[in-house]
């Protein structure tokens, strides 16, 4: 069994600190990191705003983030590539890389990055609290729950769990939805009824994995 976690943190340590601060109205969603160099990720980030002007002209001066690039733009939003220095210091320490960590997650909403991580275990958890701590970042943990499947299996296919990551990051499952099954169908070409299935059967066996005992 593993531990996972969603929490919010922040800091002016984290990424795009400045950036942040500059254009606070913006929404961040982490499409996916690369690990590179230990500590300096490259991160696929979505940009979502009516000022992305303003916010790209930010992330050039905020030292946190270099070789940024834009690379496609859907309406309001913009797709970037970057890669995080070691400014952004709290990634750079070697005691985040070394914790046994999965992030899942990773989106920034009204001054707050939010984060889903999966953990070894209770212990590795609370190790990364105190690291947090440690670092003068404020942390809030929303909830925390234990994984039931023992076998080591996921329980979603690779399809299905790009699509309920990708629903989750460009805001879906909020109140009021951000994004629209439209939105979910028109980013992996397929119709609106596919997605809503694909979802559906996700949906069930996660309840499977997770809730029937």
């Not at 300096?40 to 705003?49: C, K, N, Q, S, V």
């Amino acid at each position: 069994m593993s531990i996972v976690a969603a929490y919010r943190t922040s800091s002016p340590e984290l990424v795009l600190a400045t950036a942040v601060t500059t254009v606070p109205e913006v929404k961040l969603d982490v499409a996916h990191a690369v690990s590179t160099d230990r500590g300096r990720p490259t991160w696929f980030l979505w940009a979502d705003g009516t000022d992305l002007d303003a916010f790209e002209c930010a992330m050039a001066d905020d030292p946190t983030v270099t070789d940024v690039e834009r690379m496609r733009e859907v309406a309001d939003a913009r797709l970037y590539t970057l890669q995080v220095t070691r400014a952004a210091s709290v990634y750079a320490d070697s005691r985040w890389s070394d914790l046994d960590a999965s992030n899942y997650a990773s989106r920034f909403r009204d001054g707050w990055w939010n984060s889903v991580t999966r953990f070894a275990d209770r212990g590795t958890l609370d190790a990364y609290l105190a690291f947090l701590d440690q670092r003068d970042v404020t942390v809030e943990l929303d909830d925390v729950f234990v994984t039931l499947a023992s076998n080591g299996e996921r329980p979603l296919t690779r399809c299905q769990r790009e699509t309920v990551e990708f629903a989750y990051r460009r805001g879906f499952f909020e109140i009021p939805r951000e994004a629209t099954m439209s939105d979910l169908a028109d980013e992996f070409d397929v119709s609106e009824q596919a997605i809503s299935q694909r979802l559906r059967r996700a949906y069930a066996r996660l309840v499977e994995s997770e809730v029937v005992e």
